[in-house]
């Protein structure tokens, strides 16, 4: 490689790093300019009293504290769905499957992987209908629909990131425990899966923002303008993602739409705080399985 070549590689990466930051800098900078003086206890609470609105004594209706707490709900029931099932299905990938079966396997995650949101959507949907048709009426798109068909939409990435996280574990790592005696799926609970925990959270953070910003999927399963806080997995309910939509699409006047800009804000804010959550819990449970006694 020429001496150009040597500094002109390190000199491109250095400039699409820069361009990237400076372009989440000018989103987040924006969002920040439209949506600060719209934030204030009225976004959130209108004209409720905040004591009562916590204590679910009042209903709010022209604010966003319903959209907030279904959005929360909603994250965290698709993410509880699809963490099991994605984790199980990395581990068979990387330490059990082999040949035609992990080739075949590995396509159809990939084909997962890139289904549309519009297509996922319109699966939950059809299952609403089925249920609702085959047995129960009161069935219909609701909460427990949207976080599952969100739990499908975001299982590659868990996959995927369990799977690279134990495939990229030094042999050493792989193999002392097993060595010393250990069966194989000791070797996975004690030793591989403390060690990739950095992996598996980034998936939990790539699922946690996925969840939390769709809007194809929410609005064909559940998601609708007024609905107060959900009573049940089965209610109908409200999503941030969905407010601004709304009101971005059918602003009356410019305050209006600042109050989506605010709404965008404090999206950012809750998936900022899943995510701290996300990275205590990694913490935690990193503690508890390499030093416990």
Known sequence: MSR????AVPAFAWACGAAYLAAIGSLVGFLMYKGLPSLGLELVFGDTDPVEALLLKRQVFTGIFPAMV???????LSVGWALPVGVAAGIYLAEYAGGRTKDLLNLL???LAGLPSIVVGLLGFSLALFLNRNFSGRIHPCLLISSVALA???????IRTTQASLEGLPAGIRLTARSLGATRLQNIVHVLLPQSLNGLTSGVILAVGRCAEDTAVILLTGAVATAGIPKSL????????????YVSAQYADQKEL???????????????????????????????ALYRA
Not at 4 to 7: I, L
Not at 238 to 245: G, S, T
């Open 109 to 111: 995650f990939d084909i």
């Open 258 to 288: 600042a109050t989506g800009y605010g709404a965008a804000i404090v999206l950012l804010a809750i998936c900022l705080l899943l995510f701290l959550v996300a990275f205590l819990a990694r913490k935690s449970l990193a503690c508890r």
């Open 4 to 7: 150009f070549a040597e500094k």
């Open 70 to 76: 279904g959005t929360f709900l909603l994250v965290v």
């Open 152 to 158: 499908f939409l975001v299982l590659p990435y868990i």
């Open 234 to 245: 089965l209610s109908h309910y409200e999503a941030l993602p969905f407010y601004i939509y």
